[in-house]
């Protein structure tokens, strides 16, 4: 569950609802970063993404799940700060419709023939927005 106050902007809000990537940051285990961008759904507090299963996002998490999101326009920054739930137990209903509604995807279909989908599900623990940093 996110402890952060989910934001109110109507201009944070529509971005959250239309801008289609959003950069993922990690840190591999030597401390480097691994950044990346990803498309993703906005639902409940939570950032929700879908990736391959063997992807190196998925090796990196599983070691570390601090993770950092970003939208890409820098002059108006929205920024969130939060920890991984990696999910391999089934996609959300409302997750699978609304990446379907957002992208005309479904996101629980491999890209791979011997590959598998995790859903990454990260909860907001913090927001760097304009103006305010909790």
Same mark, same amino acid.
């Given at each position: 569950m996110s402890? *952060? *106050?989910h934001p109110t902007d109507p201009a944070v809000l529509? =971005?959250?609802a239309t801008e289609r990537t959003v950069w993922l940051c990690g840190v591999r285990p030597d401390g480097s970063?691994? !950044?990346t961008p990803v498309w993703f759904v906005f639902l409940r507090?939570?950032?929700w993404i879908g990736v391959d299963s063997a992807? !190196?996002?998925v090796r990196v998490l599983r070691e570390n799940p601090r993770v950092s999101l970003a939208l890409e326009d820098g =002059? !108006? #920054?929205v920024v969130a700060e939060g920890e991984v739930q990696l999910r391999q137990d089934g996609? #959300?209903?409302e997750v699978t419709a609304a990446? *379907?509604?957002k992208y005309a995807w479904d996101v629980t279909v491999p890209h791979r023939p011997d590959g598998g989908r995790v859903l990454l599900q990260v909860p907001v623990r913090r927001w760097l927005l304009p103006g305010v940093a909790q």
């Open positions: 402890t *952060a *106050a529509d =971005r959250l970063p691994h !950044v507090g939570s950032w992807s !190196v996002k =002059r !108006v #920054p996609f #959300p209903e990446f *379907a509604a």
